[in-house]
């Protein structure tokens, strides 16, 4: 193994020491997983990120998260297995290159055709899938690449075939009629959980709608007047007093002279609301289409896919929907029938692919009936053989679940899992109780014209039924959701009984994002219970969503998101990854503003100042590491006895087998902010504040001393880049080669293998400490107390002073033992501890704890006084002033209770303050 030269540049360069090492690490096998070993599997299925475009943040920090557990479970000695793949993401990436299509060359899917425009798809998907594989490993994500999958790959569609056909047997997918919602631009159904709804500023038509007996007339309100076409009802109340007598009677639509039934509906009328009277258009809205069920009214459906208006809009066939919305507005007002127009706002759900407003629309589709699968899923999460972290998006799921709605999985797309369902010809060969069960308004004449329909696991020749020849495959694809939901199982070879499948199956945890928990993770659960009865994952972990600097989610969609090569290019991966984590919180997303930044090669890349912390850890362990390689070399490999360490040892190693057991506990329960806080806080503060400080002259000295320091350090260093590695395993492998060349290889056991699958640290019971812990803590305040009081008298840095301390017992006595470490680290030319002594003339008190110290001779009596008297008066104003509010009897009556309790307590600050300026005043005095 050789990365570079032990020699080490005096500057931390990411991008010179992150190059060549992801290649070392493909190149020693250390990602590949075993289908057959002896050690426990891991699992990670990755969340194939769409082929739509290049990776941003969001997909940074997931695989970030995913790789810190996935490192974590090899160094653990795990058969762990991070499998990776890309989901073809149909509508998507149709979208996507349709509008590349037409605004390139003026041309739609349909003036291309089906086989040229799925070969465009294709040669889309070579581009940026292998730049999100580029991505990916530049970010040090450490996937098995010979297991990679894509959702279109013959592997994957031989599961999709499969469980379509077994769902298509068992009765769980259905051909049905039903209310969708459509997109027009891409004129095909899309899911709920694919829209998203947007406050829009329209106007609420209030239409007379004549009775057919001459009357009178009724009125209704509308925002959509074009969607009346297809009226075929009115509903009022049934306790309603104004329409009693109305009901089972007609009124007149106008424009189109259909007579209406005027119907009693207590669900769907607010008798309140209005007039008390709600037209019906059972094809155009999904509470209209459940009263149109409820009620046996036709159901009118006057859209065109492309959401013109169809021939059953009469004269208005061939508009545009809101060319034909002006149209019918204008004749109303001709008849004299719009009653008012009152400007109104309302919510309208829009494609997350295409931005347009969806229309419910009614058309042929296929579904899976969920109600027992979906109460099987919901069984396991409350049961707990499925775990979600954080525990509350456990009712995300279960609600959604619960709602037991079919799912639409039929798309008219042309990129996708095509539907394995073929129609014969043959009329004679038609099957009407095949839709009996599930055709809503179709009377027998049409049942009788619907072409018999099956489906198989290979390519048919012939009609199993009639044995023709004439057969023809159904046109639409598979929801992709459809594919990606066996994506666990998929991915590891089944159908088939693979080795694979039967090691790493069930995965053990399920890293996403929240807004897929319905559209993917339940789906998941009830695909792998019904193909291989069991779950498909043990936990899942829901972590937070980058947003960029407006609070807008990133997406490749919305084209906010940031590229992690830019980051990469201007922090380093491993900055990224470390600020990445260390943000992860359980309660709160990532606000992340970015400003463009001017490369010296004239680019412009995003940046943003949330990557410091990241950047400036890695800088210091680089830093820290330089100053350890330097005093390491030829250490001896032998151990020591804890016996002869010194107090700093001692609490060194405490604090790192707590930081091991605080990092191992965290991970566990997927707390990565906390996991990357305990090691920034071990590392920073305890290791590179204090240890390295307290032991420099020790790590210098050719002696029994200086070689026990030395020892303990090569130790530290070893397990501090072995905790840090699942976080930024870039610098952490190059240094760990530069130590095991520093150190004789035999101190760690390590051989030729790199830090990305060594051991992970385990906490050593001899390294506890608790007594080591509470010495170093009294020595810690010690040392801060006396620099704050130098600093507070304006002693220069450099400056040494007398110290003169009073203690008894067991503090006198760790006192004693560490004068030297207090000596140096806090700049005293004499340390005095006494059991007992007074103040000397012109000195300034230490306070610590239950420490009293002094400093002699660095206080000027006359200025200190002066200054302390000008505290005085302002102390003595603020109590003044606080105690006139609270005599003041209209304050106590009008002040909130907590107004007042802040004054109160205000004032007993300003007298406690007050009593300790007094008693400095007296000792200067």
Not at 628 to 636: A, D, F, V
Request: with cysteine.
């Amino acid at each position: 193994m050789r990365i570079a030269n032990c020699e080490m540049d005096k500057v931390y360069n990411p991008g010179k020491v992150e190059k060549g090492i992801y290649q070392l690490w493909l190149d020693k096998g250390c990602f590949r997983a075993r289908d057959s070993s002896e050690a426990e599997p891991y699992c990670i299925v990755i969340p194939p990120p769409n082929i739509t475009g290049a990776l941003h943040l969001g997909h940074a920090l997931n695989c970030t998260l995913q790789d810190i557990l996935i490192r974590r479970k090899r160094m653990g000695g795990f058969n762990t297995l991070w499998l990776p793949g890309m989901d073809h993401a149909g509508i998507a990436t149709q979208s996507v290159v349709e509008r590349g299509l037409l605004e390139k060359e003026g041309k739609s899917r349909h003036d291309v055709g089906r086989e040229e425009l799925v070969k465009r798809i294709w040669a889309w998907k070579e581009e940026f899938g292998s730049r999100i594989s580029e991505q990916l490993q530049l970010m040090g994500c450490s996937c098995d690449w010979q297991r990679e999958r894509f959702t279109l790959d013959a592997v994957c569609a031989r599961a999709v075939r499969v469980t379509f056909v077994k769902f298509f047997e068992e009765g769980l997918i259905y051909r049905g009629k039903r209310l969708v919602n459509w997109d027009v631009q891409l004129q095909t159904a899309v899911a709920d959980d694919e829209l998203f709804h947007e406050t829009v500023c329209g106007h609420l038509w209030h239409i007379r709608y004549p009775l057919a007996d001459g009357s009178g007339h009724l009125i209704v309100a509308t925002t959509r007047p074009e969607t009346m076409l297809g009226d075929t009802g009115v509903a009022v109340h049934p306790d309603d007093d104004r329409y009693k007598k109305l009901i089972g009677k007609k009124c007149i639509l106008p424009l189109m002279e259909r007579a209406l039934t005027i119907i009693a509906d207590a669900i769907l009328v607010d008798r309140e609301f209005g007039s008390g009277c709600v037209k019906v258009t059972p094809a155009h809205d999904p509470n209209d289409y459940q009263v149109g069920l409820r009620h046996g009214l036709e159901i009118i459906n006057i859209l065109n896919p492309d959401g013109s208006i169809n021939e059953n809009g009469g004269k208005y066939a061939g508009m545009d929907r809101f060319k034909a919305r002006k149209m019918v507005v204008a004749d109303l007002e001709k008849l004299g029938l719009i009653e008012k127009v009152e400007p109104y706002e309302t919510e309208i759900g829009h494609s997350d692919r295409s931005k347009t407003p969806i229309e419910p629309y009614l058309s042929d589709q296929w579904f899976v009936r969920l109600d027992e699968l979906a109460e099987q899923a919901c069984e396991l999460v409350r049961k707990g053989d499925i775990k979600f972290f954080p525990e509350r998006y456990a009712k995300t799921y279960l609600d959604w679940l619960g709602e037991g709605r079919d799912w639409c999985i039929s798309r008219q797309l042309w990129w996708g899992h095509r539907i394995p369902v073929w129609y014969c010809a043959n009329r004679k060969c038609y099957d009407a109780a095949q839709y009996a069960s599930c055709e809503v308004g179709s009377s027998d004449a049409e049942l009788a014209e619907r072409r018999f329909f099956f489906s198989s696991m290979d390519e048919p020749s012939s009609c199993p039924k009639c044995g023709g020849a004439d057969i023809s495959q159904d046109e639409d694809v598979l929801d992709t959701w459809f594919s990606s939901a066996l994506w666990p199982h998929s991915t590891l070879g089944w159908p088939e009984k693979t080795q694979a499948l039967e090691s790493f199956y069930p995965t053990n945890v399920l890293v996403t994002s929240r807004d897929i928990i319905t559209l993917w993770v339940a789906r998941m659960v009830m695909t792998g219970m019904h193909n291989i009865g069991r779950v498909p994952f043990h936990h899942v972990y829901i972590h937070s969503k980058i947003l960029d600097g407006h609070g807008e989610t990133m997406s490749k969609s919305k084209g906010n998101g940031v590229d992690p090569a830019e980051i990469i290019s201007k922090y380093g991966a491993d900055a990224m990854r470390f600020s990445l984590a260390y943000m992860a919180t359980e309660t709160q997303d990532v606000r992340m503003p970015v400003k463009k930044e001017k490369q010296p090669d004239g680019t412009l890349i995003n940046v943003s100042e949330k990557f410091d912390i990241g950047r400036n850890l890695c800088n210091k362990l680089w830093n820290a590491a330089r100053f350890c390689l330097g005093n390491l070399e030829n250490t001896p490999a032998e151990p020591w006895q804890k016996a002869e360490l010194p107090l700093e040892d001692r609490w060194i190693l405490h604090c790192l087998g707590e930081t091991i057991e605080q990092v191992d506990e965290a991970l566990e329960g997927y707390r990565f902010a906390e996991a990357a806080g305990k090691l920034y806080e071990f590392f920073w503060s305890r290791l590179c504040d204090w240890y390295l400080e307290m032991i420099k002259s020790r790590t210098a000295l050719d002696t029994a001393s200086g070689q026990t320091a030395r020892k303990v350090l090569a130790v530290v260093l070893d397990h501090t880049l072995r905790l840090f590695h699942p976080l930024i395993p870039f610098i952490t492998e190059s240094l760990w080669e530069r130590l095991n060349e520093v150190v004789p290889e035999r101190a760690f056991g390590n051989g030729d293998k790199p830090l990305a699958v060594s051991a992970w640290p385990k906490a050593r019971r001899e390294w506890k400490d608790p007594a080591a812990g509470e010495a170093m803590g009294l020595l810690q305040k010690l040392i801060r107390a006396v620099r704050d009081t130098r600093s507070h008298h304006g002693v220069t840095p450099g400056k040494k002073v007398e110290l003169l301390v009073i203690a008894e017992g067991k503090e006198k006595e760790i006192l004693q033992a560490n004068r030297e470490i207090i000596s140096r680290l806090a700049h005293i030319s004499e340390l005095r501890v006494q059991s007992e002594g007074q103040k000397p003339a012109g000195a300034a008190s230490v306070l610590s704890g239950s420490l009293q110290g002094f400093i002699p001779g660095i206080v000027d009596a006359d200025k200190e006084l002066a200054k302390l008297n000008k505290q005085r008066e302002q102390l003595a104003g603020r109590i003044n002033s606080a105690q006139k509010k609270l005599a003041n009897e209209n304050f106590l009556e009008r002040a909130k209770p907590e107004v007042v309790a802040r004054e109160r307590e205000n004032l007993k600050a300003y007298q406690k303050q007050l009593l300790a300026v007094d008693q400095q005043i007296e000792q200067l005095d």
